[in-house]
């Protein structure tokens, strides 16, 4: 998850796993009602509509920048404990295939 400071130093957490992925494509639905964009980018900072909507222009630029990079980024931290074992099992596994002529 993704951590968002706005400009008076509050933090809002991103996390994906509070809306499904048919909330997460009608953001892109040009027919969504505005209000109902606003709840389903809402939930997903973990703060309500309302408080969405009165952010300064340039925090809610900031806020939605991130939600949208995460939600089109990688699935896993490149840097994550377990990205770093599965790295480190497949360097094995070709290292392993280069005596045994694979």
């Known amino acids: 998850m993704k951590t968002v400071t ?13 809306v499904t992925m048919a909330e997460w494509r009608s953001l892109f639905d040009p027919k969504q009602a505005q209000a109902e964009e606003d709840a389903i980018v809402a939930r997903i900072l973990g703060i309500e509509a309302d408080a969405l909507r009165s952010l300064p222009f340039p925090d809610f630029r900031k806020a939605m920048k991130a939600v949208l990079d995460v939600g089109s980024g990688p699935l896993d931290d490149p840097n994550s404990q377990s990205a770093s074992i599965e790295d480190s099992q497949a360097k094995e596994t070709s290292q392993s295939n280069i005596g045994d002529g694979s």
Not at 9 to 17: A, K, V
């Open 6 to 18: 706005l400009h008076d130093g509050r933090e809002l957490t991103i996390d994906l796993y509070r």
